[in-house]
């Protein structure tokens, strides 16, 4: 088995990885599959920051670094960083999650290794609470909770964050 971190370059794949994985979380946790925006990937992708983890070939885990929030939270809520990075659009392929390696865990330390490299002294996410398995994984790679959890129609979402200055980089 080969298993390489590439830069994304095409856009198509990304999204359809990020779909299956919706539909399968979806399932899993009994809530509606949310909607991507085919368009915000692309524009991830174009700007270089999408990270894809390939193994033997095929696309199994993304998960992309910006160095602005996607969702819309008042920034004070988090412990002061003097350049903190946001972690995007973490997914896993459904049918690579019964396979033993462990993925995701793989994505979160990517992320952070990557971030570090570039500077960052946080790196910080968003995600639905209910997700216990994803919150869980962050939370064991030293995220927190920041701030109340917000509602918006049937989605909720927490804000989460690590300090990334004494990361091993």
């Known amino acids: 088995m080969t298993a390489q971190w590439v830069e994304a370059t095409e856009p198509d ?10 539909r399968h979380v979806a399932a899993r946790y009994g809530l509606p599959v949310p909607q991507r925006d085919r368009r915000s990937t692309r524009q ?20 992309a670094l910006t160095p602005t929030p996607a969702f819309d939270v008042d920034l ?6 003097a350049r903190p990075a946001y ?5 896993v392929r459904p049918e690579r999650l019964d396979d033993g390696e462990l993925y995701g865990p793989a ?3 990517r992320a952070m290794e990557v971030a570090a490299a570039h500077g960052a002294d946080a790196l ?3 995600t639905n609470p209910d997700l216990a398995g994803i919150v869980r994984l962050l939370e064991a790679f030293g995220f927190e909770q920041y701030g ?9 979402r927490i804000c989460l964050a690590c300090d990334l ?5």
Do not use: K, N, Q, Y
């Not at 920051?49 to 998960?63: E, K, M």
């Not at 004070?76 to 960083?81: L, M, S």
């Open 165 to 169: 200055r004494s990361f091993a980089r």
């Open 124 to 126: 910080r996410a968003e």
């Open 107 to 109: 994505c979160v330390r």
């Open 87 to 91: 972690l995007r659009r973490l997914a």
């Open 76 to 81: 004070a809520i988090f412990p002061p960083a």
């Open 13 to 22: 794949e990304v999204h359809d990885l990020l779909l299956a994985s919706d």
């Open 44 to 63: 991830l992708v174009s700007e270089r920051r999408t990270h894809l983890l390939r193994v033997d070939g095929v696309a199994v885990a993304v998960f």
């Open 148 to 156: 109340p959890v917000r509602t918006e129609g049937w989605m909720r």
